[in-house]
């Protein structure tokens, strides 16, 4: 069923790339991503895609239906839904639902929002946007699977050139509990109330962003592993360069006790190919590090073919790395090739 899925949404796509408009206020959007990816190891890599060496068809799978209202000129509202990699299709996540108000060059906005912290967090799940198969897992598959959060924001933009502007970004999230899977094991993470703050920079086509949350959170389990209290000052940063053909991007996720997370990479658009080279490194919580090399291809504009390949590696311990099985007897893998035909598509 989900082929059959997948197959309609590419044929509708190679088509068209314009927005399905249902009336004049409302507009319904989508976005998706299939992939065969296969890796020389034995042991599953990167956490809920659980990559090994028989190969799998299933990794990447995200399909995302948005649904915007224009409700007058002051009040818009928004909701996304995504079948993400760890899901299945009849189980989706709701990642936003909110209703924005707007006056001049302020916006507020209650209810489901995607937590902001990096600088593709609104389209985490739009392959398209993006070079990669998938988003850089140094940094993106580090914040314990969460990826949107239920609360209050308010957005203040000015334009501080004709080529620039400025967007600060604070929020407030209430407590919430969220359940993510490490190493195999389903744990649970009870969150206190979160104050963020982000701040975005944008010339002509470059972005700069800077990010920091506070909050604290208890994780538990039912394999009767100890609860583990964290006190989490987070702080981001990054940039997406843009240089006639040449993107130079690069983010890093810091944590006094957790994180010293980042990667770097380059990428050069000819005509309809976009070559790509990234490397990155996990530090404290993790120690592994990773370079990416692939070549993205649009079809139309709205349907897009990755060809990538990783190496992955990490220490010799029965954690290691974006190796994410537990390997506590015998011969320890520390390494993998990751090898990934993706098409991801927009509607």
């Not at 209650?110 to 389209?123: A, H, N, V």
């Not at 985490?124 to 998938?134: C, L, N, T």
């Not at 790395?321 to 320890?332: A, F, I, K, S, W």
């Amino acid at each position: 069923m989900r082929i059959t899925i997948f197959i309609l949404l590419l044929l509708i796509t190679g088509q068209s790339s314009a927005q399905i408009r249902l009336n004049d206020n409302v507009i319904l959007s989508g976005f998706g991503t299939a992939s065969a990816a296969i890796s020389d190891s034995s042991v599953k890599a990167y956490n809920y895609r659980n990559i090994d060496n028989h190969l799998c068809l299933d990794c990447d799978s995200t399909l995302g239906l948005q649904l915007d209202w224009l409700i007058n000129k002051d009040f818009r509202s928004s909701v996304q839904v995504v079948k993400r990699p760890q899901d299945t299709f009849s189980d989706p996540e709701l990642e936003w639902a909110y209703l924005a108000y707007t006056q001049q060059n302020s916006t507020l906005k209650l209810g489901r929002q995607r937590l902001p912290l990096f600088i593709m967090s609104e389209y985490y799940y739009v392959s398209a946007a993006y070079p990669w198969s998938r988003p850089p897992q140094d940094v993106y598959d580090n914040i314990m699977g969460i990826t949107h959060y239920d609360g209050i924001s308010y957005e203040w933009t000015t334009l501080t050139s004709s080529e620039s502007q400025l967007r600060i970004a604070p929020f407030v999230a209430i407590p919430q509990t969220s359940d993510y899977n490490g190493y195999g094991i389903d744990f649970s993470l009870d969150f206190k109330t979160t104050l963020g703050i982000t701040i975005d920079y944008t010339y002509q086509d470059s972005v700069f962003h800077l990010g920091y949350i506070n909050t604290s959170a208890t994780r538990y389990n039912d394999v009767g592993l100890p609860k583990t209290h964290y006190s989490l000052d987070m702080i981001t940063a990054g940039f997406n360069i843009v240089d006639g053909n040449i993107t130079y991007t690069a983010e890093a996720l810091l944590d006094q006790n957790l994180y010293a997370t980042w990667y770097s990479g380059i990428s050069y658009q000819y005509q309809n190919i976009q070559p790509y080279l990234q490397y990155g490194q996990r530090r404290r919580m993790f120690s592994d590090n990773s370079i990416i090399g692939g070549i993205k291809t649009s079809i139309t504009p709205s349907l897009f073919i990755n060809l990538e390949w990783a190496y992955v590696t990490g220490p010799d311990s029965y954690q290691s790395g974006h190796l994410n099985e537990m390997q506590l007897t015998g011969d320890r893998e520390t390494n993998a090739n990751i090898y990934t035909l993706s098409v991801s598509f927009l509607f």
